[in-house]
């Protein structure tokens, strides 16, 4: 059993669910003419990074679509704001954050060189679920899903110095031999770059209405082997990362898994919104004896190694204790909780 198990106090933003992929399990992605389609305006956001702020988060977890811009309503929208790409609108946002004194980490899907290189100093963290190294049906109308093209871009989150967040989707039609393929991708690239602190093993959840809706999502016992894979694969300074909104996370620590990620007091989880983050309460109750550790979307190895710009500086160091994880957050148990 692990010394303690972390997770972060998050903030989760969805700037847009507009995306140029479809994937076959997807319940976030909107058509332009839908009336839940969206791209979130400056002061919406301010107003639930605030909200987050008081109820002591740490993490601007702001996640888009895929390159929404290949979407002509999306791109009239946007100029209508003021932006002339969605980069440009990111950086604003997360500046935003970093003022109200929030660290953001943004998972805007595929990103080229020169967009992450833009959105590094602003970001804590960044991500991008490899998925699987498996080319799947889930996949076939998601040109950003193309293994080939998320593994290049972990690589060069990795030669920028970007600590990264990545992770399988597990049960989206890939056998276990891809799931071990996907996790050793991950691992070599780690080994050559040193930049993936955490693996997100995460279970497919069907959803009503998804060309998926049909297929069962995977078992316990398959979670479990999956977990004990990632661990003994990737290497120990990686934490391996499990849902605690869709999978009861306590024997998936027996066999391996140190995070449960982020959980928030004040947004629910956009990609899941069926599944309730659980209070810190009910966390604390998951993890039985284990003792639960507040961490910053940044991980400490990151922060004494100086991965971040200057422009975080000042709130890395109101945020984090001298080993890295999060100071003793001066809020009262009542703000600081999680919602029951
Ligand atoms: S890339 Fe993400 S948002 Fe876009 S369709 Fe796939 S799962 Fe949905």
């Avoid at 977890?61 to 969605?86: I, P, R």
Wanted: proline letters at 7%; hydrophobic letters at 35%.
């Amino acid at each position: 059993m692990p010394e303690f198990v972390t997770f972060s106090r998050n903030i989760f933003i969805p700037v847009t669910n507009i995306c140029r992929n479809q994937c076959g399990y997807c319940t976030f992605k909107r058509d332009p003419d839908h009336p839940e389609a969206r791209l979130m305006a400056l002061d919406e956001v301010v107003s639930i990074l605030e909200d987050g702020y008081r109820s002591g988060c740490t993490e601007a977890l702001f996640v888009l679509g895929e390159y929404a811009e290949e979407v002509t309503q999306y791109k009239t929208w946007l100029s209508d704001m003021g932006y002339s790409t969605t980069v440009e609108y990111v950086e604003q946002l997360c500046q935003t954050a970093i003022d109200i004194g929030i660290l953001p980490h943004t998972n805007a899907g595929i990103l080229t060189r020169s967009e992450l290189k833009r959105l590094k100093p602003l970001n804590a963290s960044m991500g991008l679920m490899l998925e699987s190294t498996a080319t799947l049906a889930a996949h076939r109308q998601s040109p950003g899903k193309e293994p080939d093209k998320r593994i290049r871009m972990i690589k060069i989150a990795g030669e920028l110095e970007i600590p990264f967040t990545t992770g399988i989707l597990v049960g989206i039609g890939e056998t276990a031999d891809d799931r071990e393929v996907s996790l050793r991708t991950i691992a070599d690239i780690h080994e050559q770059y040193g930049h993936i602190q955490e693996v997100i093993i995460q279970n497919f959840m069907p959803k009503p209405d998804t060309e998926m809706e049909h297929v069962s999502p995977p078992s316990k016992n398959e979670m479990m082997e999956v977990v004990s894979m990632a661990r003994q694969i990737l290497p120990d300074d990686v934490a391996v990362q499990v849902a605690p909104n869709l999978i009861d996370p306590y024997t998936l620590i027996q066999c391996g898994a140190t995070d449960l990620g982020g959980v928030s007091p004040t947004t629910i989880d956009w990609i899941n919104p069926e599944a309730e983050w659980p209070s810190l309460q009910k966390l604390k109750s998951l993890v039985g004896e284990i003792p639960l550790r507040e961490r910053l979307p940044i991980y400490p190895q990151y922060i004494q190694k100086r991965w971040y710009s200057d422009l975080l500086e000042g709130v890395i160091r109101s945020l984090a204790d001298e080993q890295g994880y999060r100071k003793t957050s001066g809020f009262s148990d009542d703000q600081s909780d999680l919602p029951v």
